[in-house]
């Protein structure tokens, strides 16, 4: 049985019925702004974390390890017993409490040796379960290839698979296992901020009215004239014309200045799980909205004719009996007048009967229509 589902929407402009002959000027209410520290909505550039990555092995697995066809996981346990002293053909050993894993971890900014990070670890072959395993000491490499960090420990996992002979019971996804502060930091990778000339603050989302904002919010913080909005992500200040002696000063000085925040009208729709997530901002111009539902499903019923009995030559077949079933709904309207809001734009689709992945290509048609104003990000 196949099934296929069509949904419709026809944008009509801003010309409706009704409509006043005299053109006159929309007013469009801006997104309202409000205040934020400097700290939460910029970075420093140069202050960033690093990714790390390395390649090792869990052991201690209850069976549930890698299988033999998984040769890289023997061939890695072969290498390390062979460093221990223990001479053993990687094609002889057959284990089933191992299992070969990719480790990543996140270095932060300002990491010294000897500190301790949270690191991730990875099934990379046919391993059921991770469940109870313990990671050898692994190096932790940068993009660089250069040893950042070295990992090692016993894993936590988020979940569980028990059964055997296909009747098996899994939570969440036991192939991937965390351990807390199981990362040790091995090379120091902190900037100098002695070394720093000119701070130059970055702003997590590109505006430039906020990038004036917070020069002019640290201007009136320092008393001076001395920060500069370079474009609408980046804010210089000089360290020696701030007055402040070092960087580490003049960032402790302004990272809890309020700053007035333009947000952005946004809409975030995810089409895998059917959510939509708009903000109060988002105004929508004037548009008519139809729409309707067409539903075709189609059914195949295999029957089986054979000949009459004592029949020269007659066979027994199978014959497929198909029937097309075609339901098409009215289309539904919906009319929003200039400015109108996501309530009124949420309650008129519902009360048309729209689901969530209607709406998604409604807002879609609306926004190459020109009457969505905002940003239309799908994830």
């Given at each position: 049985?196949?099934?296929?589902?069509?949904?419709?929407?026809?944008?009509?402009?801003?010309?409706?019925?009704?409509?006043?002959?005299?053109?006159?000027?929309?007013?469009?209410?801006?997104?309202?702004?409000?205040m934020a520290r400097l700290g939460d909505v910029m970075t420093v550039k140069g202050v960033r974390d690093n990714l790390l990555m390395g390649y090792g092995l869990v052991v201690g697995l209850n069976g549930t390890g890698d299988r033999q066809q998984t040769i890289f996981s023997m061939q890695t346990l072969a290498n390390i017993l062979r460093k221990?002293?223990?001479?053993?053909?990687?094609?002889?050993?057959?284990?089933?409490?191992?299992?070969?894993?990719?480790?990543?971890?996140?270095?932060?900014?300002?990491?010294?040796?000897?500190?301790?990070?949270?690191?991730?670890?990875?099934?990379?072959?046919?391993?059921?379960?991770?469940?109870?395993?313990?990671?050898?000491?692994?190096?932790?490499?940068?993009?660089?290839?250069?040893?950042?960090?070295?990992?090692?420990?016993?894993?936590?996992?988020?979940?569980?698979?028990?059964?055997?002979?296909?009747?098996?019971?899994?939570?969440?996804?036991?192939?991937?296992?965390?351990?807390?502060?199981?990362?040790?930091?091995?090379?120091?990778?902190?900037?100098?901020?002695?070394?720093?000339?000119?701070?130059?603050?970055l702003l997590r989302d590109a505006d430039f009215v906020t990038a004036e904002n917070a020069a002019d919010a640290i201007n009136k913080t320092l008393g001076k004239s001395v920060a500069t909005a370079v474009d609408g992500r980046r804010v210089d200040v000089p360290v020696a014309a701030s007055g402040l002696g070092s960087a580490m000063n003049l960032?402790?000085?302004?990272?809890?200045?309020?700053?007035?925040?333009?947000?952005?009208?946004?809409?975030?729709?995810?089409?895998?799980?059917?959510?939509?997530?708009?903000?109060?901002?988002?105004?929508?111009?004037?548009?008519?909205?139809?729409?309707?539902?067409?539903?075709?499903?189609?059914?195949?019923?295999?029957?089986?004719?054979?000949?009459?009995?004592?029949?020269?030559?007659?066979?027994?077949?199978?014959?497929?009996?198909?029937?097309?079933?075609?339901?098409?709904?009215?289309?539904?309207?919906?009319?929003?007048?200039?400015?109108?809001?996501?309530?009124?734009?949420?309650?008129?689709?519902?009360?048309?009967?729209?689901?969530?992945?209607?709406?998604?290509?409604?807002?879609?048609?609306?926004?190459?229509?020109?009457?969505?104003?905002?940003?239309?990000?799908?994830?």
């Open positions: 049985m196949g099934f296929l589902r069509w949904c419709g929407a026809v944008l009509l402009g801003a010309s409706l019925s009704g409509a006043s002959a005299t053109p006159r000027a929309a007013t469009v209410v801006p997104p309202d702004a409000h221990m002293g223990v001479q053993v053909p990687g094609a002889t050993i057959l284990a089933r409490n191992v299992g070969a894993v990719f480790v990543t971890a996140n270095l932060p900014p300002f990491a010294r040796p000897g500190e301790k990070i949270d690191v991730n670890c990875a099934s990379a072959g046919d391993a059921k379960s991770l469940q109870g395993g313990v990671l050898l000491m692994t190096p932790l490499y940068g993009s660089d290839g250069v040893v950042y960090a070295v990992a090692q420990g016993p894993l936590t996992i988020a979940g569980y698979s028990v059964g055997t002979r296909g009747n098996v019971t899994e939570l969440n996804h036991p192939t991937t296992g965390r351990i807390p502060g199981g990362g040790l930091v091995e090379r120091d990778t902190a900037i100098d901020l002695g070394q720093m000339q000119t701070v130059s603050l960032l402790a000085k302004i990272e809890d200045v309020e700053v007035r925040v333009n947000p952005k009208a946004r809409v975030v729709v995810n089409e895998r799980t059917g959510t939509v997530v708009m903000g109060k901002d988002v105004t929508l111009g004037a548009a008519s909205i139809m729409h309707g539902n067409l539903a075709i499903q189609i059914t195949t019923v295999f029957q089986v004719s054979q000949p009459a009995a004592l029949s020269p030559g007659g066979q027994t077949v199978v014959v497929p009996q198909t029937t097309v079933e075609t339901n098409e709904e009215a289309a539904k309207r919906v009319e929003l007048k200039e400015g109108a809001t996501v309530e009124e734009l949420v309650n008129g689709l519902q009360s048309i009967g729209a689901t969530a992945r209607d709406i998604i290509a409604i807002l879609e048609a609306l926004k190459a229509a020109g009457s969505l104003r905002a940003e239309l990000e799908v994830i």
